[in-house]
């Protein structure tokens, strides 16, 4: 609104210089015709911009034409009924009907693409200001996750150091294998809290001896399929999210002999599909969705990307990004 009133003073001025004789009331029918003009432009185009400000820039040219011509036609019928009842100099009366349309559609159009403009800045510059609010909120969200990794960590250089004498005192190969595998998630997670993301094969390796301590538990109560190229394993994910992802499936699902967990990892277009068939526990805890959301969080930071969550009457699915 203020905007409309500024540029309708700036029109008001023009023709208080040249009014003979000179009219207050005139003045004044004449802003607020002009104020109500630009008010009448600026919705029009607020409402248009906000519809299409995120098309792809080819369009949004032919179609930001498209509006400007579009409103001006809109607002001609009010803009020369009001020039009928207000502009009755004797100038504007002599020229021609024609004439006088095409300049009211002139001033018209001129009036509508600049109000676009103006509308389509303000756009920007909120825009770009809510981009950095997201920014901030997720480098925020991220350090919050970090510190709290960090508070969980247990002298991870010391329980792996741990780990491999205890693998070199026992003899048993069983207990021996359990305790190699363990050490090797430890190495895993030593090498990588501190990078964005790891390749397929890092992830996949690390993935095998979790996959191996998750067996030793529960046996044939969980089937994990891992049906992935040679040639994709050099893509690259956040660490830990296939980690975390089965952890999930295992902490809500019923897992048993005769009735199996069972968990699939396969390519599919630019994302890397994990699927779990649903078998919720009859006394599950309630889920607070951290996981989830931490995963999420950090794929917008990392990849500027979103996650895709599915959940069927059968099935639960997390479609993962893929980065180069």
Same mark, same amino acid.
């Given at each position: 609104?203020?905007? !409309?009133?500024?540029?309708?003073?700036?029109?008001?001025?023009?023709?208080?210089?040249?009014?003979?004789?000179? &009219?207050?009331?005139?003045? =004044?029918?004449? /802003?607020?015709?002009?104020?109500? $003009?630009?008010?009448?432009?600026?919705? *029009?185009?607020?409402? /248009?911009?906000?519809?299409?400000?995120?098309?792809?820039?080819?369009?949004?040219?032919?179609?930001?034409?498209?509006? =400007?011509?579009?409103? %001006?036609?809109?607002?001609?019928?009010?803009?020369?009924?009001?020039?009928?009842?207000?502009?009755?100099?004797?100038?504007?009366?002599?020229?021609?009907?024609?004439?006088?349309?095409?300049?009211?559609?002139?001033?018209?159009?001129?009036?509508?693409?600049?109000?676009?403009?103006?509308?389509?800045?303000?756009?920007?510059? /909120?825009?770009?200001?809510?981009?950095?609010?997201?920014?901030?909120?997720?480098?925020?969200?991220?350090?919050?996750?970090?510190?709290? !990794?960090?508070?969980?960590?247990? !002298?991870?250089?010391? #329980?792996?150091?741990?780990?491999?004498?205890?693998?070199?005192?026992?003899?048993?190969?069983?207990?021996?294998?359990?305790?190699?595998?363990?050490?090797?998630?430890?190495?895993?997670?030593?090498?990588?809290?501190?990078?964005?993301?790891?390749?397929?094969?890092?992830?996949?390796?690390?993935?095998? !001896?979790?996959?191996?301590?998750?067996?030793?538990? $529960?046996? @044939?109560?969980?089937?994990?399929?891992?049906?992935? %190229?040679? %040639? @994709?394993?050099?893509?690259?994910?956040?660490? *830990? +999210?296939?980690?975390?992802?089965?952890?999930?499936?295992?902490?809500?699902?019923?897992?048993?002999?005769?009735?199996?967990? &069972?968990?699939?990892?396969?390519?599919?277009?630019?994302?890397?599909?994990?699927?779990?068939?649903?078998?919720?526990?009859?006394?599950?805890?309630?889920?607070?969705?951290?996981? #989830?959301?931490?995963?999420?969080?950090?794929?917008?930071?990392? /990849?500027?990307?979103?996650?895709?969550?599915?959940? +069927?009457?059968?099935?639960?699915?997390?479609?993962?990004?893929?980065? %180069?």
């Amino acid at each position: 609104m203020l905007i !409309s009133a500024c540029i309708a003073i700036l029109a008001s001025f023009p023709r208080m210089l040249r009014m003979e004789p000179f &009219s207050w009331w005139a003045i =004044i029918h004449f /802003f607020l015709h002009s104020f109500l $003009f630009g008010l009448i432009c600026w919705f *029009l185009h607020n409402w /248009f911009i906000t519809e299409t400000f995120h098309r792809k820039r080819e369009d949004k040219i032919i179609i930001a034409l498209s509006y =400007i011509v579009l409103v %001006a036609l809109l607002i001609f019928p009010y803009n020369y009924l009001m020039s009928l009842l207000y502009d009755v100099s004797e100038g504007f009366l002599e020229i021609p009907i024609a004439r006088k349309q095409y300049m009211l559609f002139l001033r018209g159009l001129v009036t509508s693409g600049l109000f676009y403009f103006i509308q389509h800045h303000k756009m920007v510059v /909120f825009q770009k200001q809510e981009s950095q609010l997201e920014i901030e909120r997720l480098k925020q969200a991220q350090l919050e996750v970090s510190l709290n !990794s960090l508070k969980e960590q247990l !002298s991870p250089h010391f #329980l792996f150091n741990t780990l491999n004498t205890l693998s070199t005192l026992t003899s048993e190969k069983h207990v021996k294998d359990f305790v190699n595998e363990l050490s090797n998630i430890y190495r895993h997670v030593l090498q990588h809290k501190q990078k964005d993301t790891v390749t397929l094969t890092q992830e996949l390796h690390f993935i095998h !001896s979790y996959v191996y301590i998750l067996k030793s538990r $529960f046996e @044939d109560a969980i089937n994990i399929d891992i049906n992935i %190229a040679e %040639a @994709d394993q050099s893509l690259h994910i956040p660490a *830990l +999210t296939l980690q975390l992802l089965i952890e999930n499936a295992v902490k809500h699902n019923m897992a048993t002999s005769y009735k199996p967990l &069972s968990i699939q990892l396969f390519r599919e277009g630019d994302y890397l599909v994990v699927i779990n068939n649903l078998q919720a526990k009859n006394s599950v805890s309630y889920s607070t969705g951290t996981g #989830l959301h931490n995963i999420r969080l950090r794929y917008q930071l990392i /990849f500027n990307k979103e996650i895709v969550i599915e959940k +069927t009457s059968t099935h639960f699915i997390v479609k993962l990004p893929l980065g %180069a």
